[in-house]
């Protein structure tokens, strides 16, 4: 599956995560951690890769929750069904 948040690479038995939304210096949403959920299922199914480094593109690595989404971001309820941002 292609990743929308962020990329996923392997190489000499090396994966490397970077979390790919550099323009919101890297914030995490709830499907940027599904996708991070995926990307370790990969990792785990894979007996190549021996290391895994994550990463976050541009200037940083993450600066926490995306709380664009105001007080819906804690809203367990939500995330549980889909529909918050974290």
């Given at each position: 599956?292609?990743?929308?948040?962020?990329?996923?690479?392997?190489?000499?038995?090396?994966?490397?995560?970077?979390?790919?939304?550099?323009?919101?210096?890297?914030?995490?949403t709830?499907?940027?951690?599904?996708?991070?959920?995926?990307a370790?299922?990969?990792?785990?199914?894979?007996?190549?890769?021996?290391?895994?480094i994550?990463?976050?593109?541009?200037?940083?690595?993450?600066?926490?929750?995306?709380?664009?989404?105001?007080?819906?971001?804690f809203?367990?309820?939500?995330r549980?069904?889909?529909?918050?941002?974290?």
């Open positions: 599956m292609p990743f929308r948040e962020i990329r996923y690479d392997v190489a000499d038995g090396v994966c490397t995560v970077t979390l790919n939304r550099p323009d919101r210096l890297n914030a995490v709830a499907s940027m951690i599904g996708e991070l959920r995926e370790c299922d990969l990792v785990d199914a894979d007996d190549a890769v021996r290391a895994v994550v990463t976050g593109a541009g200037r940083a690595f993450c600066a926490g929750a995306d709380l664009a989404a105001g007080a819906g971001t809203d367990v309820a939500a549980l069904t889909g529909q918050g941002t974290l």
